[in-house]
């Protein structure tokens, strides 16, 4: 167990989405193999990560 590295510090969060989305994001998770809640963090993680996230005039 000491060899194990320790990833980044997680916090649970609870976010509403259209039953649809997260339908679409269950099936592209099960069809890549994980989870559908590491599918979410991996999308936005690099999202999080830039200055300023390419959303549009909208978004900003």
């Given at each position: ?9 997680l ?8 039953k649809?989305?997260?339908e679409?994001l ?7 193999g ?27």
């Open positions: 167990m000491d060899d194990l590295v320790a990833g980044p510090e916090e649970q969060i609870s976010i509403r989405l259209p649809e989305d997260l679409a269950r099936r592209r998770a099960a069809r890549s994980i989870v559908y809640t590491t599918l979410i963090r991996m999308i936005l993680r690099p999202i999080s990560r830039t200055r300023r996230p390419d959303f549009g005039p909208a978004m900003l």
